[in-house]
């Protein structure tokens, strides 16, 4: 059954877009890194897979395992994060989150720092709540553990350059969905709200004499809207919007030697819009996507931070015993 002359454009942007994602993954002084829309930890939870769309009216997921792997390519990263779930009962299901960078690249001046392994990992648990008109509404815990190497160095002409895999925090989120729609336009809405712990770091001066440094980053808030239209037999289109307002960062600063310490806020606040195109084919329990994720807008209170940010490639597969099958 071959797709509608629709879709051959947008396969053709897709695939265009990606090139350009692909191409930009050199490093500009920051790209990719300095977007929290791309942090392998959040990442996953803005851009939902077709799993996360309702089931058809009246069913419920069966208990078993289901998967789903994201890919995604932005300027000075590449990344994969795995996505195991095993569903206990049609309300009661746990997820774990893996992440692999494959590569991230640091650009200090004209050095180029670089870095792969695994990242900081999530895990999840979901209450799932479904009616017989087909709305499904979720809520959601999770909780990012500092399994990513926080002190990762690269080694250039003899200097250490820092390329840290994780933030050295252990990180709470909260979210909740909303799914609905029938066998031919489905939506999503969803919440989410994250708080940080603390990185420390500690620096010796010598002679026992030590500085504390402990960060603290700023909570973030993200809003997203979703929606995919079946278009022809097995053929998806998708279209989204996120929000993402991230807050301030904090510093404290304490010494061992009873020297004042210090603390200050970070201006790092700001609001970042996305939209996110994509398209899917649902091949019995398996289920391809790729799309692309565009910055809309940006806007930062501190000129340190880059107001222009890539545009990234996505790709997914989702697979379930059950449920795309139906």
């Known amino acids: 059954m071959r797709a509608p002359r629709l879709l051959l454009p947008l396969l053709v942007i897709l695939a265009l877009a990606a090139g350009q994602a692909i191409a930009q993954s050199q ?8 977007d929290p829309a791309g942090d392998p930890a959040l990442a996953p939870l803005l851009q939902p897979s077709v799993l996360d769309f309702a089931p058809p009216a009246g069913f419920d997921p069966a208990p078993g395992f289901g998967a789903t792997a994201g890919f995604e390519v932005v300027s ?3 990344a994969g994060v795995l996505t195991p779930s095993y569903r206990f009962t049609p309300a009661l299901s746990v997820k774990a989150r893996v992440p692999l960078i494959f590569s991230r690249t640091y650009t200090y001046w004209n050095t180029e720092a670089k870095a792969g392994g695994l990242g900081d990992i999530g895990l999840e648990g979901e209450y799932r709540r479904a009616w017989p008109s087909g709305l499904d509404l979720r809520v959601q815990a999770s909780v990012k553990l500092p399994t990513g190497d926080d002190g990762k160095t690269d080694t250039v002409d003899g200097a250490d350059y820092a390329t840290p895999l994780g933030t050295g925090s252990t990180d709470w989120f909260g979210r909740v969905q909303l799914a609905g729609g029938g066998a031919k336009l489905q939506w999503l809405g969803s919440l989410l709200y994250r708080t940080n712990g603390e990185q420390e770091t500690i620096t010796d001066f010598g ?4 500085m504390t440094t402990t960060t603290t980053r700023g909570d973030q808030f993200a809003g997203a809207a979703f929606a995919r239209l079946n278009v022809h037999g097995r053929w998806w289109l998708h279209a989204g919007v996120t929000v993402l307002q991230v807050q301030d960062d904090e510093v404290d600063q304490s010494y061992s030697d009873g020297s004042p310490g210090s603390s200050w806020g970070v201006d790092a606040s700001g609001t970042l819009v996305d939209v996110l195109p994509g398209v899917s ?3 019995g329990r398996w289920c391809p996507f790729v799309g692309v994720r565009i910055p809309a807008a ?5 000129p340190l931070r880059a107001e222009s940010r890539d545009t990234a490639f996505v790709a997914q597969v989702s697979w379930t015993p ?3 099958a139906h």
């Open 281 to 283: 084919y649902a091949v």
């Open 322 to 324: 059950a449920l795309l």
């Open 27 to 34: 490093p500009d002084q920051g790209g990719g890194l300095d």
């Open 76 to 78: 000075g990263q590449s």
């Open 207 to 210: 002679g026992g004499s030590t």
């Open 298 to 302: 940006t806007s930062w209170d501190s």
